[in-house]
């Protein structure tokens, strides 16, 4: 434990979950927003007609994980046992996107291999966050 009471390695994975949900922001925005000159630099041309009719549920879904990505590194930081119920909200909602998009909007053809791997990726990190929060918890560091 550091001085602050915190593990050392509390900092390096909130501080790095929070810049991932940053770039992650920069994106939903971006997409949300139809940028299509961003659209077509991250998906290429077919990614316009993907994101143009975007369900309002997986909307929904989205915005949970983007906010949840956002927030639960300032809980951690805070020592908030709220941190591990939002991490793991947040990577129940990421794997719900990731199923809903791949089964019925085919995300992996319309966007390519490499973003597929790329969300892969992401929810794996989800997870991880998610098991460290409760491992925190768990070994009393969080209250």
């Given at each position: ?20 949900y ?13 940028d ?19 369900p ?5 879904i ?11 590194p300032?809980?951690l ?37 490499m ?29």
């Open positions: 434990m550091g001085a602050s009471g915190r593990p050392w390695h509390l900092w390096i994975v909130a501080v790095a979950f929070f810049a991932l940053v770039g992650g922001s920069r994106d939903y925005l971006l997409i949300l927003g139809q299509t000159d961003y659209i077509v630099r991250q998906f290429g041309p077919s990614g316009i007609a993907y994101f143009a009719d975007y309002l549920a997986l909307r929904i989205w915005t949970i994980t983007i906010i949840g990505g956002l927030t639960t300032f809980l930081v805070a020592l908030s046992r709220w941190s591990t119920l939002i991490a793991v909200i947040t990577a129940v909602a990421q794997i719900v996107l990731m199923i809903a998009t791949f089964a019925l909007r085919d995300r992996w053809n319309a966007l390519g291999a973003t597929a791997w790329f969300d892969i990726g992401i929810a794996a990190i989800d997870v991880f966050v998610a098991w460290y929060c409760w491992m925190m918890q768990r070994r009393g560091a969080l209250r």
